[in-house]
């Protein structure tokens, strides 16, 4: 689909639920979130599925969307979401419209407007929104702003692009907050999140002459620093601020003792297909995956697994 086709599918449709992923960033929670409040402009009950994952920074943005028990949808919508396994907890059930900015979308979607040049879905639904209503709202500019200024990393990652900073211009001329996203987002963080990076950064491990960068995250480290799932926020970025590094892995695990990955590189390494090797996949500089093991023995395992895709 193109925008305008996107935008007339879902004028066509009602009684709709907007689906995010699992672990939920500011780009699938406020994309999702702005798309719903454009719908709902446009008369229709549209909610968004209640993620167990959405942070304590984030849920006060998507609270007034949440989808009250026993929402009965006729139409499914996930945004952001690159496969079916990225799914939230609790989905069920086909999806109708699939709107995404991953190359690596597996097209599970009965429509899809995919765009794999785009920095984040934000700028996608930016588009869609100004086809549906011919407008944007300062509300729904400042969830987009939410959704551009996360995905890339407040504009540091190398997915910015012109674009990127012309949709963000857009969006703070529309009146998104600035100020209070770059606080809220970027500026601040609770002492736990201090300590825990702290432990992160001592317990990194350098490969290949520095090149290569592992930071493990346990149990144990997110037990003694205080953290929960709200101090989380792009753990994966810190490895790649060593010097000299240019690719970094981040191996956080989970409760279940098993190990949820995050792997970033620099142009012309690839994270997603490092990533695909263990069943992930994502973008070509960001991608991630799930292995089921220890974060120790995951280490093993992908640095074989690099020594074989990278030369």
């Known amino acids: 689909m193109n925008y305008r086709e996107c935008a007339k599918f879902l ?39 209640r993620n167990p994952g959405f942070t304590r920074k984030m849920l006060p943005y998507v609270e007034p969307y949440l ?48 765009r794999g040049e785009k920095s984040s879905c934000g700028e996608i639904v930016l588009e869609v929104i100004k086809c549906l209503c011919g407008n944007v709202t300062e509300e729904e500019a400042t969830l987009l702003y ?9 504009f540091q990652y190398s997915n910015t692009s012109c674009r990127t900073l012309a949709a963000a211009s857009e969006l703070l001329r529309l009146g998104a907050r600035q100020h209070e996203v770059s606080q809220t987002f970027f500026r601040k963080v609770s002492l736990a999140r201090l300590q825990l990076e702290g432990m992160i950064y001592s317990g990194m491990s350098f490969h290949r002459g520095g090149k290569i960068v592992v930071a493990i995250i346990t ?27 240019v690719l970094n892995v981040t191996i956080r695990e989970q409760e279940d003792g098993s ?16 990533c695909a090797a263990f069943g992930g996949g994502g973008h070509d500089m960001a991608a991630g995956c799930n292995i089921a093991c220890p974060p120790e023995k995951a280490r093993a395992m992908l640095l074989d697994v690099i020594n074989e895709l990278v030369p």
């Not at 006729?74 to 939230?88: K, L, P």
């Not at 939410?146 to 407040?154: E, F, K, L, N, S």
């Not at 792009?234 to 010097?243: I, K, M, Q, V, Y």
């Open 259 to 274: 190990s949820r990955v995050s792997v970033r590189s620099n142009p012309g390494i690839s994270s997603s297909d490092i």
């Open 67 to 114: 989808a009250p028990e026993g929402f009965e949808p006729a139409c499914r919508v996930s945004v952001d979401v690159a496969t079916e396994r990225m799914f939230s907890a609790g989905f069920s059930g086909t999806v109708q419209l699939c709107i995404d900015h991953h190359d690596t979308n597996s097209h599970y979607g009965e429509q899809e407007l995919v």
């Open 11 to 49: 004028r066509e449709q009602d009684h709709i639920l907007i689906v995010t992923h699992r672990d939920p960033d500011g780009d699938t929670a406020g994309s999702a979130a702005a798309l719903c409040s454009a719908l709902r402009r446009l008369g229709k009950e549209a909610w968004l599925l």
């Open 146 to 154: 939410i959704a551009v200024t996360t995905d890339t990393g407040c």
């Open 219 to 245: 149990q144990d480290m997110i037990r003694r620093s205080g953290a929960t799932k709200d101090d989380f926020d792009d753990l994966a970025s810190l490895a790649g601020r060593a010097e000299g590094s």
